[in-house]
């Protein structure tokens, strides 16, 4: 089994269900005491925050990009950022090390693309919504023909709604019925606007919703991303997942929010 490297600290939490879900994944295939070969080098989350929330990302794209090649000169074959919104940031690390970075997005595509998916809702914070980075390739997806993935977002106020249960409510440990509720109204907005499956493109939404809330298919990203990554380090994917190009909607009868380097739909 290849040595993944973990980028983890973005915050914590998400750091260990990575842990978790790739140990176990093994031990489920494998069984006894086997576990994954995993480094990791866990950054200080307030660090980073402070250089989000001021807009500096070059700073923190090099931040990144210096943990990633920590883990491969300690020996890791393949980098994950154990973060869905630090993925914006991605291509300072792919440009900066000399072994692949197992991309969230493209595990997620893979995902989709295997269950023919082609409408699809994303509910996370604002900024993952607003930019698109995680489902829109482009420089890869020019590589293969691409099949296309519609992403349809909620409007404006749940985006804000969105940023409110996650930072001021999950990431403090907070879970309450209420915003549970409101997620499930958002989804069923989504699924109104023609969504074939939910991502749940923050890993502490998977607090708040089940897969066996929806008839439709739920998508947790940061599981989908460590069982990717668990089937590279043991040879079954050669390669990245297919790469594709995701143009992206808010719901009907909202105003659109700008999305940079996305195609909007009205």
Sequence with gaps: MKCLGLIGG????????YYRIINQ?????FGSLHSARILLNSLEFQEVDSLVKEQRWNEAGQLLAGAAGVLERGGAQAVLVCSNLMHFVASHIENSIGVPLLH?????IGELKHTRVSRVGLLGTRFTLEHGF????????KRRAATPIEVITPDIDGCNALDRIIYSELCQGVVRDESREALLKM????RKAGAQAI?????ELSLLLRPDDF?????????VHALAAVRWAL??????PDFTRASMTATPGAPAVKRSKLQVKR
């Design 25 to 29: 994944e093994v031990r489920n295939r």
């Design 199 to 203: 991502v749940l493109a923050s890993s």
């Design 215 to 223: 008839a439709m298919p739920l998508l947790d990203s940061t599981e």
């Design 10 to 17: 973005l915050g914590w939490e998400s750091t260990a269900s």
């Design 134 to 141: 995680l489902l829109n390739r482009p420089a890869l997806a």
């Design 187 to 190: 989804a069923a907005g989504l």
């Design 104 to 108: 969230v997005g493209d595990a997620v």
């Design 235 to 240: 040879g079954e994917l050669d390669q990245t």
